[in-house]
């Protein structure tokens, strides 16, 4: 609402209308384009921004823990459990985290 109010205000100045409107008609052009192109950025580009890297974030995250799955594997025994233990040794359940919760 306010871009819209601010370049209705200007238009009169940038279509040349009263006494020396050929000098403020490249002014109000200017804070016209720069107004809605900093609307256009806050409402789409930015917005875009944050979904892609919130993606890039969590593509990261998934990509850590294999890596840190993948390196734990050769650091347990696993033929033979430890004495005074069951026969079945349950692994501890994972703990689903997202970047995007924090």
Do not use: C, N, Y
Not at 87 to 98: F, G, R, W
């Amino acid at each position: 609402m306010t871009t819209i109010a601010m370049a209705a205000g200007m238009m009169p100045s940038a279509l040349a209308f009263g006494a020396g409107g050929e000098f403020r008609s490249p002014m109000a052009l200017a804070v016209i384009g720069g107004l809605v192109f900093s609307t256009v950025l806050s409402l789409v580009f930015v917005p875009a921004m944050f979904m892609m890297m919130d993606d890039v974030g969590a593509l990261f995250w998934r990509f850590g823990k294999k890596l840190l799955v993948s390196s734990g594997e050769g650091e347990h025994d696993h033929e033979h459990p430890p004495a005074g233990h069951g026969a079945e040794h349950k692994p501890p359940q994972a703990i689903v985290h997202s970047p995007a919760a924090e």
